[in-house]
């Protein structure tokens, strides 16, 4: 087994009287939270928005190690976070390794997952991908969408998860330590470091973060009526032009990410106070439109209440009608397929690792019969002893 007895025996000891749904932050694993049935892990953090230009190793690390080259820290323990991945069904695949057969690296490998962070700002409750934390260090523009993969961290030979010694949780630059990694080989030479902080947007020092971990997809036997359980969303504008989605203060700027970064789809009912400022209201439309919600046909849609610019309704609908005949109905087809796509290029990357570490095996051997054979072979200086 490749995490050894130690690991089983504290998984499964730390399960004993977990409940099955969802594990407050204070239970079994501190700093975490676990809702199994949105297979989702909450991991308490802190910023680390230092200014210090030695690039990004990591995403996310533990409390008192590299805060000065990753984004955001914790008190959560790495094997904690193992479990907690186990506990919503993911299993972890391999980190980063260097094949002696092939002589390069094989890149990590493991369930896909996205990353989310999310801290409150006043009143204002802030949602972001975790990739838009992080900016290019030359051209100090975002990162673009990154994938991340749990291929677990490993056993040291004290026993110990590895992880916990290191305190290397979420990494952008390859490690075999690290509880989660990035699905490409990335080295972790300074000169190679591509990401810094987004001081922009990433709040103070010791704001208090949560990094949201949800599993890439939806399991195959899981059945989401997502229309029937959404309801209706309400966004009001006020006199002052203060925009709030069902009660909670938002940013303009922030609302159709709010909004499309909602985990079911919603509907949208627009209340605008009288006197609200004009331009806030055409701001508001065109957020609530760049979000795709669909908008409660008991009001007229923002776009066409605030905006001279008019669509094609006609063609929109035909459109519509198209897509729900001709995909609509294969959706579940399509939500299998993607299933097996994943689970077939998984066993054959695992197949694929099993034959490189055969190989690896049988080079290890070569060369020790390689060195064995040079060292019989090898002439030996004559030490004179019978020369007298």
């Known amino acids: ?30 700093h975490i939270q676990v809702d199994v049935k949105g297979r989702q892990v909450r991991v308490e953090c802190e910023s680390c928005n230092v200014n210090q230009d030695v690039g990004l190793e990591f995403f996310c690390v533990s409390e008192g190690t590299n805060e000065y080259e990753s984004v955001i820290s914790s008190k959560a323990r790495g094997s904690h976070i ?4 186990l506990m919503i069904g993911l299993e972890p695949g391999e980190p980063v390794k260097w094949s002696e057969s092939a002589k390069k690296w094989q890149p990590p490998h493991g369930p896909p997952v996205q990353i989310f962070c999310e801290w409150k700002k006043g009143e204002e409750l802030i949602r972001v991908p975790a990739y838009r934390l992080m900016v290019n260090r030359k051209t100090k523009r975002e ?20 992880a916990d010694a290191v305190g ?24 190679t470091r591509e990401w810094d902080r987004n001081g922009a947007l990433l709040p103070a020092v010791g704001t208090k973060i949560w ?33 709030t989605v069902d009660g909670m203060k938002v940013t303009i700027e922030r609302l159709g990410e709010a909004l499309a970064n909602r985990r079911l789809p919603v509907k949208v009912r627009l209340a605008v106070a009288p006197g609200a400022p004009t ?63 994943y689970e077939v290029i998984e066993t054959l990357r695992r197949e694929q690792q099993r034959l490189i570490d055969e190989a690896d095996r049988i080079q290890r051997t070569i060369d020790e019969l390689q060195k064995q054979y040079q060292d ?3 002439p030996r200086p004559d030490t004179g002893t019978d020369a007298k």
């Open 1 to 30: 087994m490749r995490y050894g007895l130690p690991l089983l025996l504290f998984l499964a000891l730390s399960t004993l009287a977990v409940p099955p749904a969802t594990l407050p932050a204070d239970g079994k694993l501190p």
């Open 82 to 85: 193992h479990l907690a991945m």
């Open 143 to 162: 990162a673009p969408p990154f994938t991340w993969v749990f291929t677990g961290s490993k056993m040291m030979e004290d026993g110990k998860y590895a």
């Open 168 to 191: 290397y949780l979420v990494s952008v630059l390859n490690n075999e330590l690290t509880v989660i990694d990035i699905p490409e080989v990335a080295g972790r030479d300074l000169e």
């Open 211 to 243: 990094m949201v971990i949800e599993a890439a997809g939806k399991k195959t036997d899981e059945k989401v009526e997502a229309k029937e359980d959404a309801g209706v969303t309400v966004v009001t504008v006020d006199g002052s032009g203060k925009v």
């Open 279 to 341: 331009e806030d209201v055409k701001k508001v439309g065109e957020a609530i439109k760049s979000a795709r919600v669909e908008v409660e046909d008991g009001g007229k849609s923002p776009s066409t209440a605030i905006s001279d610019v008019t669509s094609d309704e006609a063609k929109i609908q035909k459109m519509k009608a198209l897509w729900e005949k001709k995909v609509a109905p294969h959706n579940t087809a399509l939500k299998e397929a993607a299933q097996a796509h």
């Open 376 to 378: 019989m072979t090898t």
